[in-house]
């Protein structure tokens, strides 16, 4: 039953993600952490992550702008092996608080929290009228590669930062597309070279062949969801990728700032 759980989830959440570059991560990542350690958890979404994004870049990365990729990209990833380099030591702080829904444990971690109310913030500029032709400096791209990557390799939510700097960088949706997984990829490949050096080897045991074969599925799911979405790509407008963003930012936000995500 969780095999199939799992592929439906990825199925549906990469075909909505496909547009706004963030949330399959963030949405997967609770389902793994039912069956791994949190560590590996993050880890193994970060492999289903990676497949995903090669897919995406050999469906739509040519229209990627290289440029971007380089001063948006590079940055990102080498701020992710330093992310992914404390993910274990940061795994040791307390949450925040907890509190009890529907009869469940919900805690705040601080990374979270932070990232939550980030996302919470920045989903204005996509959803307030008034700020639609707002853009943002180039000089700013670097620091947003860096705070997405640093975010990405430690608990895997680089998605919505990332997105927030780029959407704003005067780009077609074609090219947002592209840019935006040419540059996750970058930051996957780094982090995952990590955890295999660390959370994989040290929790090695905890995954076994129904968990690589959980990741296996998860994988081909989310390159059918992705290919799903970009049939649509065409008739979806600039504006409403931009809907899209802001709500997800929105709801996923609210969902990590909450610890309900």
Same mark, same amino acid.
């Given at each position: 039953?969780?095999?199939?759980?799992?592929?439906l *989830?990825?199925?549906?959440?990469?075909?909505? %993600?496909?547009f706004s570059?963030f949330g399959?991560?963030?949405l997967?990542?609770?389902?793994? *952490?039912?069956f791994?350690?949190? @560590?590996?958890a993050?880890a *193994?979404t970060?492999?289903?992550h990676?497949m995903n994004n090669?897919?995406?870049?050999?469906?739509?990365?040519?229209?990627?702008?290289?440029k971007?990729v380089?001063?948006? /990209?590079?940055?990102a990833?080498?701020?992710?092996? =330093? =992310?992914?380099?404390l993910l274990?030591w $940061?795994?040791?702080?307390e949450?925040l608080t907890?509190? @009890?829904?529907?009869g469940k444990?919900i805690t705040?971690?601080p990374?979270?929290?932070?990232i939550g109310?980030?996302?919470?913030?920045?989903a204005i500029?996509?959803?307030?009228p008034k700020?639609?032709r707002f853009?943002?400096s #180039? +000089?700013?791209?670097?620091?947003g590669g860096?705070?997405?990557?640093?975010?990405?390799?430690?608990?895997?939510h680089q /998605?919505?930062l990332?997105?927030i700097?780029? %959407?704003?960088? =005067?780009?077609g +949706?074609e090219?947002?597309?592209?840019?935006?997984?040419m #540059?996750?990829?970058?930051?996957d490949?780094v982090?995952?070279?990590v955890?295999g050096s660390t959370?994989?080897?040290?929790?090695? *045991?905890s995954i076994?062949a +129904?968990?690589?074969l959980l990741? $296996?599925?998860a994988?081909v799911?989310?390159?059918? /969801?992705?290919?799903?979405g970009k049939?649509?790509?065409? +008739?979806? %407008?600039?504006q409403?990728v931009? $809907?899209?963003i802001?709500?997800?930012?929105?709801?996923? &936000?609210f969902g990590?700032?909450? &610890?309900?995500?």
């Open positions: 039953m969780i095999y199939i759980i799992v592929s *989830a990825s199925i549906v959440v990469a075909g909505l %993600t496909f570059g399959l991560g963030t997967l990542m609770p389902l793994f *952490a039912i791994f350690p949190v @560590q590996v993050v *193994a970060a492999v289903v990676l090669i897919f995406k870049v050999m469906l739509i990365g040519k229209h990627a702008d290289k971007i380089l001063i948006f /990209g590079i940055p990833a080498l701020a992710a092996f =330093g =992310g992914a380099s274990t $940061l795994s040791r702080i949450p907890a509190y @009890q829904l529907f444990e705040i971690e990374v979270n929290l932070a109310l980030l996302m919470m913030f920045f500029f996509e959803l307030a700020l639609d853009s943002m #180039s +000089k700013w791209i670097p620091f860096l705070l997405s990557g640093f975010f990405g390799g430690l608990s895997g /998605g919505a990332r997105t700097f780029l %959407t704003r960088a =005067g780009l +949706k090219q947002l597309i592209g840019t935006i997984a #540059s996750a990829m970058l930051v490949i982090r995952i070279s955890y959370v994989f080897r040290e929790h090695f *045991a076994g +129904k968990g690589a990741v $296996l599925i994988s799911s989310a390159w059918a /969801g992705s290919f799903i049939r649509f790509l065409k +008739k979806i %407008t600039m409403t931009r $809907l899209i802001g709500t997800l930012l929105l709801v996923l &936000g990590l700032a909450s &610890g309900i995500v």
